[in-house]
């Protein structure tokens, strides 16, 4: 029989250890999480279609700063790691692999997306129709999928074995459990950018405020989502080295 994750518990221990582990967190990645927040901020004034190249650059440095952020709060959370010194700042096997993994999870929802858009495209057709049923059903099964493999993240960060078998078993009947406390990070961020954004119809002086209130903001529940995670993986799969050493997978995860 397979431990059901308690929602409330988890949610109020990752929103309780966010804000009072707050400002150790933000020490170990104060330059990265820096860096990320304004590339993130300035890819929000790019125009894609005229200024493709710097837009790809900024979300590539991103892309490459996220793990490197992740992961060590993942290691913090579940195992208390928080090395000496002002930052952390190492993009290495671990964070790549953390890359490759995140690349793996995205890609688990690109086909049911393709056939949904390939479905808009053909509207008021029978083909369109089908496409759309298929696409949206797809897409669904995507999502069930995400987010139970979405432990895979603190697996990796911690060094355990990246077995997606493993996961899904530890994960089975969980998957609206998992669901809620993901909502409870994701939903909080969605009224505050719709709250915020309203200021971006202001002058300089608001656009600027909105911009780095989000930022900040930002900073927090993004330390929630992580730690959402890192609880989740602890409570359903196990804490850190209780994963069978056997329990190995292709080396280029």
């Known amino acids: 029989m397979s431990t059901k994750l308690d929602v409330l518990a988890t949610i109020r221990e990752a929103y309780g250890g966010a804000w009072?582990?707050?400002?150790?967190?933000?020490?170990l990645i104060w330059l990265p999480g820096i860096l990320y927040l304004c590339f993130s901020t300035a890819s929000a004034f790019?125009?894609?279609?005229e200024q493709f190249f710097a837009a790809l650059v900024l979300e590539l440095a991103g892309l490459f700063l996220w793990p490197v952020i992740a992961v060590a709060w993942h290691r913090f959370i579940l195992m208390g790691d928080a090395p000496a010194g002002a930052f952390r700042f190492s993009f290495g096997r671990r964070e790549a692999r953390f890359l490759l993994v995140s690349v793996f999870l995205f890609l688990i929802l690109v086909p049911g997306a393709v056939l949904a858009v390939a479905a808009g495209q053909m509207a008021q057709t029978m083909t369109g129709s089908l496409l759309s049923f298929f696409g949206l059903l797809l897409?669904?099964?995507s999502i069930y999928f995400f987010v139970r493999?979405?432990?895979?993240?603190?697996?990796?960060?911690?060094g355990d074995p990246v077995d997606p078998r493993l996961v899904l078993?530890?994960?089975?009947?969980?998957f609206w459990r998992l669901a809620a406390v993901f909502l409870?990070?994701?939903?909080?961020?969605?009224?505050?950018?719709?709250?915020?954004g309203s200021l971006l119809g202001?002058?300089?002086?608001?656009?600027?405020?909105?911009?780095a209130a989000f930022a900040l903001v930002s900073v927090f529940?993004?330390?929630?989502?992580?730690?959402?995670?890192?609880?989740?993986?602890?409570?359903?799969?196990?804490?850190?080295g209780s994963v069978p050493s056997s329990a190995r997978t292709d080396p280029s995860l």
């Open 202 to 211: 202001g002058g300089l002086a608001l656009q600027a405020i909105s911009i």
């Open 149 to 158: 493999l979405s432990l895979l993240l603190p697996a990796v960060s911690i």
């Open 221 to 240: 529940f993004a330390v929630v989502n992580v730690a959402v995670l890192s609880i989740a993986y602890r409570e359903l799969v196990g804490p850190p």
């Open 139 to 141: 897409l669904l099964v």
């Open 20 to 27: 009072n582990h707050l400002g150790e967190m933000i020490r």
């Open 184 to 196: 409870s990070v994701a939903l909080p961020v969605l009224v505050l950018a719709v709250l915020l």
């Open 169 to 174: 078993e530890r994960t089975r009947g969980n």
């Open 46 to 49: 790019v125009n894609v279609e």
